[in-house]
Each structure stands twice: as C-alpha cells, then as structure tokens.
C-alpha cells in the first residue's frame, strides 16, 4: 500500500453518517472560469499543490487526487483547496426542518447533529468536518476520495448528464442523486480495495452490504438520505465493474427510482400516466401550494421502513406503478393527498395492510403526527389515495378515479 505523509496525527472520534454531500448542483452553471472569474486564467497555471485551508488534514491531498485519477482512469484538473470547517461549525448548525409533507407523515428531519463528513458545492473546494479532517487518518482519505470524485463529475460533466435524462420530479431527482453519490462509494470502494487496509472502521461503507446495514438501522430522514448511498452504489455495481466505464451510467441513469431499485423491471424506466386533479369548491376554500409531483417507489420504501422491518417495507413499496402528490392550504392550515398506483390490486392491497401498520407502528394506536390523521380510500382496486392533514380538510376532501390514471379530489 503507498504511505502517506500524515500532516497532523490526531485521533479523534468520526461521524457515522455520510449524508452531507448536498444536493444536485445548479447544472445550468458551466464551469469554465476560474474561482475570480477571469476567462483567461486556468486552473493548471496558477496550481502548484492543492491548498489545505482552514485546519490541519491527517493525509496530503495532493497524491490522493492523483491516485484516484488513476483509479478513475481520467485526466482532471483538482480543486483548489480542501477546507477544513471549524471545530464548532457542524456541531452548531442546526438541522433544516422536514417539509411539510414529510413532517405530515411523521417522518422527522435527520436524527442527530453533527451529520456530515464531508461535501461539495463547487468544481473548486472540498469541504470536510473538523472531525474527519483531524481523525482517523484511514476515514479522512476515504470520505476525501468520495468528494473527489463529485470534483470529478464537474470536470466530465456528469451532474449535467444525468440530470438531462431524469425527470424534474422528486422521483427523478433522487433517481439522479442516488447515481452520483452511488458512483462516489464505487470508485472510493475501488480506491480503497488499491490504497486502504483491509480492514476499515465502520464509518467507511467499503461495499454494498455495509451500506445496507447502514441505511436499515438507520431511522428518520437519516434512512431516507442513506437509501440514496445503498441503492446507488448497487446500482452502479450492477452498470459496471471498473470505474473507467462511469461514463455510460452517467450518459444513462436510472430515471425512476424503480428502475433504481429494479434495474431490470418491466416498464421501470417510463411509469404508467397518473394524473391528480384539484377541484376546488365553490367558496374556494382549499388551494394548491406546491407543485405537484411524483416521491417514487424509494421514498415510498423509506417512509415504511422509518416504523416496520425493511422486508415489509420493501414487500409493501413493490409493485409501485406511479404516484402523484398534491399540498393544499386554505390559508391557515394545510392537507396533502397522495395518490399512488400498483400493478396490480394485490400489490396495492399489500401497501395498504403495510401503511396500516405503519400508522400504528409507532405507539400502538392510531399515529398522529404533528396533529396530522390520516384517511386511505381505494377508489379502485389498482390504486390507493391517502388524504391527511387538518381534520377540516380530511372531512372536506373527496377523492374519484372516474377513469383508468386519473384521479380527482374536490374541495
């Protein structure tokens, strides 16, 4: 294994989460200038070593960058600087709220704080916790490998790939995150298997079985966020076999989170049409708030397993066909339907008995979350629509599905 010249050997205790790789970035933005803007300065003029700025690093940046475009198989101009964030930085941050709709179905922001080991906004700086910075110097090289790599889907244009193909649903981007953070572990996997030892410390996800054990006992908006590693890793693993050939999941990414999950299901890629139509009442009450969208089989998948065993949880996610969701407001509160379409009526009728028991699972009566309840109607045997929210609007929607994909609610 090559050695590395530790900067500062510090031991210090390392998070078990991996969720802080933010969110796909603006791929409208082209990285063609350098960090001050000028078009005529390059990156490779002015770069002699990669910067550690803010704090001290336990392994030099510099040969890891070039290692891992070995692994990768592509030449890549680095980053400018890995930035190390201030002992106090993550520790006090707090955790942004759950949306509406996921806090109405009792699914609560990520559990814990700090939850971060590392992350990247831009082509130009990764940036890493203090205590991934200052600890272990096997996890600092690892959880630094994996934000290389999004410099690297910069450099080759990946965000801007994928997120060409998938859908502007939360479906769809979540099928698109899951791509990129799921090809970070294959290639930090591949890099370790070169450069680590063997035997690595549980925070370091090494491989697909690891990060399942990972996701399945995690719980809250930490299950939902991990998922994304899991499946996008076995997915990728499951495109390829060496990271030379990311360019093809890339050029091709899963556009559902279906086909995520089930590479090879029938229809996967292009759901069934669902339409949800909003009528509202006469007085007007009740109107739309948010756009509406499809969540997928994944999220469907994650909210299950928040409360019941990832087995019932999968078993009641699959068969999972489309969804719609639609938020509502009359000013002071707000109701949510969720409309979701199964292959088939045993599929549906299998969901159902999984979300009852959802409901139930968590104090051993009927679940209230946030002063949420919840009613689930079957207005066909395929199909299965949840309206929830204030008890006003619960008694105030009605929900059809006058034909096969379309469903109406009035109010």
Not at 150 to 159: M, N
Not at 328 to 352: I, M, Q
Request: charged share 25%.
């Amino acid at each position: 294994m090559p050695s590395r010249r530790p900067i500062v050997a510090l031991s210090l205790a390392f998070l078990l989460v991996l969720a802080g790789c933010g969110g796909p970035p603006d791929t409208t933005a082209r990285w063609s200038k350098s960090p001050d803007g000028d078009p005529n300065r390059t990156y490779t003029e002015d770069l002699d070593r990669i910067e550690v700025t803010g704090g001290n690093l336990t392994v030099d940046p510099n040969p890891v960058w070039e290692d891992l475009l070995a692994v990768r198989g592509i030449e890549a101009d680095p980053p400018l600087s890995v930035d190390v964030d201030s002992p106090r930085e993550g520790l006090d941050r707090d955790d942004p709220p759950a949306p509406g709709f996921r806090r109405a179905l009792g699914v609560d922001a990520v559990n814990g704080s700090p939850s971060y080991l590392g992350y990247v906004e831009d082509p130009f700086t990764v940036h890493l916790s203090y205590q991934t910075a200052t600890g272990d110097p096997v996890v600092a090289e690892y959880v630094l490998v994996h934000e290389y790599v999004h410099i690297t889907q910069f450099r080759v244009d990946a965000y801007e790939a994928v997120y060409d193909v998938v859908p502007a649903t939360h479906d769809g981007v979540t099928a698109g995150r899951s791509v990129t953070e799921g090809a970070a572990e294959f290639v930090a996997s591949r890099y370790a298997d070169r450069h680590l030892p063997s035997s690595l410390p549980p925070s370091v996800g090494r491989n697909t079985s690891q990060w399942r054990t990972r996701y399945v006992n995690a719980s809250g908006a930490n299950r939902l966020s991990l998922m994304k590693y899991y499946f996008g890793f076995r997915y990728v693993e499951r495109r390829i076999d060496d990271p030379e050939n990311l360019s093809a999941v890339y050029r091709s990414p899963p556009r559902t989170t279906e086909e995520l999950i089930h590479a090879n299901a029938t229809d996967a890629r292009y759901p069934p049409t669902l339409t949800l139509d909003h009528r509202p009442g006469e007085d007007g009450e009740w109107n739309q708030t948010a756009e509406r969208t499809r969540m997928g089989e994944l999220f469907v998948r994650g909210v299950l397993g928040t409360e019941l065993p990832e087995s019932q949880a999968a078993a009641g996610a699959d068969g999972w066909g489309n969804d719609k969701r639609v938020a509502l407001s009359n000013g002071d509160d707000r109701g949510y339907v969720w409309a979701l379409a199964f292959d088939d009526p045993a599929n549906a009728t299998e969901f159902t008995t999984a979300f009852e028991a959802y409901l139930t699972a968590s104090d051993g009566g009927p679940r209230e979350a946030n002063g949420v309840r919840f009613r689930i109607e079957r207005p066909r045997d395929d199909l299965v629509v949840l309206v929830f929210g204030d008890e006003s609007f619960r008694e105030a929607a009605t929900v059809d599905a006058p034909q096969d994909g379309y469903v109406t609610v009035e109010t």
